[in-house]
């Protein structure tokens, strides 16, 4: 399981609790483990005692952690935190686990707060019972929501289709899964078509970051796996509508679904560059700089500009920064737009079970 940027918390309000909070912090490092109760006796440890009663101190937290994991009774648990829940697509992964840590609880957020993995791999650390209860993983089937995590996707009005696809497979209806591309998913209880089967499903999911497909079919939840990447060269000072327009038009001919952009790049004397930040506001997506040096170790695989190299101090821009981002995984070389430069690359989305 990959923890890494994530903050997790664990909350105890009893001392077997704490010891057990201080065995997770060992397994799991980047924990922060909290003794939360009034009037305590602090002890030479790596806890951190909390003069509070809980419900202050988890409104405090609530909000600032990925993970949080209770050491106590789920009464208690269920009576704190429901002031506090807003959306499974919001709200933190919630645990819990006795004192003994014989049972580890999925108990919020299972599957796109992570709580349902989270569960199963503190259960393998402690040796525990993991106590899962959400309706598709019990009976061995994928998720439309989990599907779409793994795979950093788009998908229109995603609550309400996670819902139905979601409920269609636990009640054993029939959904088709097309996949359009490379991309590795868990396919349990969907029916895998073939495109020569896909006008047949009267229900169908399709993976694909293009745009527009070939498909007759008008019951299509289309999953956009974001997997590609934008750099980007331009004039100073360039008009911001210019550079949006510029964009959707490359994209458009190249039949790429704009909500398959997962990143945009430049290089660093362009990180004040305002239609680049607008781009990127517009796109929802990070923008990030790379030194003139970075890109020197790659540029010279590219077409070379003395201009550029005069002005900026590299030979070209948009190929080279698009091929840091992507790890030389260029699939579209540089495209001009009246003073705008673009490339684009593929980053490599592993999914599996």
């Excluded at 060992?26 to 009034?38: F, T």
């Excluded at 969907?190 to 070939?214: A, G, H, P, W, Y």
Aim: net charge negative.
């Amino acid at each position: 399981m990959n923890l890494e940027d994530k903050k997790i918390a664990v909350l105890c309000i009893t001392e077997n609790g704490k010891e057990l909070g201080l065995k997770i912090k060992k397994l799991i490092n980047q924990s922060d483990v909290y003794y939360v109760k009034k009037d305590f006796t602090p002890s030479d440890d790596k806890a951190i005692y909390i003069n509070k009663r809980l419900k202050e101190f988890v409104i405090d937290i609530f909000d600032k952690y990925d993970y949080i994991i209770f050491i106590m009774a789920t009464g208690i648990v269920v009576r704190t935190i429901a002031p506090l829940v807003v959306s499974k697509f919001s709200d933190p992964a919630i645990l819990v686990s006795d004192e003994k840590g014989r049972n580890i609880i999925s108990l919020l957020s299972g599957h796109m707060g992570g709580a349902n993995e989270m569960t199963l791999y503190l259960s393998d650390l402690l040796s525990s019972n993991p106590v899962i209860t959400t309706a598709t993983d019990v009976n061995d089937k994928s998720s439309l929501d989990m599907i779409a995590k793994k795979l950093n996707a788009y998908i229109d009005d995603f609550r309400d289709n996670v819902l139905k696809i979601n409920s269609m497979i636990v009640n054993n209806e029939t959904v088709g899964l097309y996949i359009d591309g490379d991309y590795k998913v868990d396919d349990r209880g969907f029916i895998n078509c073939s495109k020569n089967e896909i006008e047949s499903m009267k229900e169908l999911v399709v993976i694909t970051n293009k745009k527009n497909l070939e498909i007759k079919n008008n019951n299509i939840i289309k999953v956009v796996p974001r997997d590609l990447v934008i750099g980007i060269g331009c004039k100073r000072n360039t008009e911001s509508a210019h550079m949006i327009n510029s964009l959707k038009e490359l994209l458009d001919k190249e039949n790429i679904d704009i909500n398959a952009v997962k990143e945009i790049g430049s290089i660093d004397i362009k990180q004040d560059e305002e239609a680049i930040i607008n781009l990127s506001e517009y796109l929802g997506v990070p923008f990030k700089v790379f030194t003139a040096d970075e890109i020197s170790k790659v540029d010279y695989l590219y077409d070379k500009s003395q201009w550029v190299k005069q002005n900026v101090g590299v030979y070209s821009v948009a190929e080279p920064v698009a091929h840091l981002l992507s790890n030389g995984n260029l699939i579209i070389k540089k495209h001009k737009y009246n003073g705008i430069t673009f490339s684009v690359g593929r980053i490599d989305i592993w999914y599996t079970l």
